[in-house]
């Protein structure tokens, strides 16, 4: 039998905020755009439970969020710590799985297969985890197991906040039976729409639609919407190829447009970055340097090279990318430099060894 788990941490921004300002806890809470006392764009980003008692979701407006709690916390949002958090979280997640696969700065799968046989053993096994994760990094999770990605993340939407549940195979059929349309991973509001004008109201409905209209209507997708509505998923976990890269990043002391700042930055990093290349034995095909504006955004370039271990070359090319891909009126906050599709260059060290 497959077991799998998802690990998803629980309102995960506000949550580390809640870390270094233990004052907010308890207290609706929000981590966003500067509401600007009403006036502000942008959108909550995640909230606390406290907040969400009031009506407040993440992807709200910041100004609705205001309107409703003029005197919760708002807090800047700082993707900085966030990953630096996410880093400690999945570390702890990770020593716990057969196989690992995170999805976004807050969640990962893990097959624990092998390690834990039984659905009673998983239980017990989740449990140990959340409190792992706990104990290393102060933040609570949630955690669904299941024998499929797909039952998985669906369980552990029952198990928040700080929750763990187990939707054996057996169980999933009546599980998943009476869940509305969209409360089935990959509905979002218009495939919804659609399906209830083709007269399904019901996940049930939609497991013993006519295979062959659902196809009709959405190609390819119907057939695997409809395999969702069965509970049945077999994609694997798999280990995150694309994280095994090298970087380095920097936030700058002030926003700025300023070249040769940005530049030395540049040098510096890729100097951090091409050490960390030689100590592991390791060469590169891909480099990329990563802008953060002010505003937040965020834009990659990246160039494949010739395989090399060189320092000048991965210096050379990341300024390049800079220069020439870089917005010229907008200030940078933070400038980041990485390699990819690594290689070894000489010795047999494993990668998995210091990758993260
Ligand atoms: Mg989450």
Redesign the pocket.
């Known amino acids: 039998m497959q077991l799998i788990m998802l690990i998803?941490?629980?309102?995960?921004f506000v949550a580390c905020e809640e870390l270094r300002h233990p004052e907010i806890r308890g207290r609706p809470a929000i981590v966003g755009f500067d509401p600007k006392k009403g006036e502000g764009r942008g959108v909550v980003m995640t909230c606390n439970y406290p907040a969400r008692k009031f009506g407040i979701r993440s992807g709200m407006a910041i100004s609705a969020a205001y309107r409703i709690k003029p005197d919760a916390a708002y807090l800047p949002i700082d993707y900085d710590f966030y990953e630096k958090m996410s880093r400690e979280v999945m570390s702890v997640v990770k020593a716990f799985a057969d196989r690992f696969e995170q999805v976004?700065i807050?969640?990962a799968y893990i097959d624990v297969s092998k390690r834990a046989k039984e659905y009673d053993g998983a239980l017990e096994y989740a449990r140990k985890i959340q409190a792992a994760v706990k104990a290393e990094t102060g933040l609570p999770c949630s955690i669904g197991i299941s024998v499929n990605k797909l039952l998985a993340k669906m369980i552990c939407e029952d198990a928040k906040p700080n929750g763990v549940k187990l939707l054996k195979d057996q169980d999933a059929k009546a599980f998943l039976k009476d869940k509305d349309l969209d409360e089935l991973y990959g509905i979002g509001r218009k495939t919804k729409e659609k399906l209830e004008a083709m007269g399904y109201k019901k996940v049930a409905d939609l497991a013993k639609a006519n295979t062959m209209e659902l196809m009709d209507q959405f190609g390819a997708y119907g057939l695997e919407m409809q395999r969702y509505a069965n509970g049945i998923d077999e994609s694997k976990v798999e280990e995150n190829y694309e994280v095994k890269s090298i970087s380095r990043e920097k936030t700058f002391d002030a926003d700025t447009t300023d070249i040769p700042t940005v530049t030395n930055a540049i040098a510096e990093l890729s100097k951090e970055v091409g050490g960390e290349v030689r100590k592991n034995e390791l060469n590169f095909k891909v480099i990329t340097v990563k802008m953060r504006y002010s505003d937040f955004t965020e834009h990659l370039k990246s160039r494949s090279i010739r395989r090399t271990d060189e320092l000048s070359e991965l210096t050379r090319t990341a300024i390049e990318l800079y220069t020439r891909y870089s917005s010229r009126t907008r200030k940078l906050r933070k400038i980041g430099v990485r390699v990819s599709e690594l290689g070894k260059s000489h010795g047999q060290k494993k990668l998995g060894n210091f990758l993260k």
């Open positions: 998803d941490m629980d309102y995960f976004s807050d969640e």
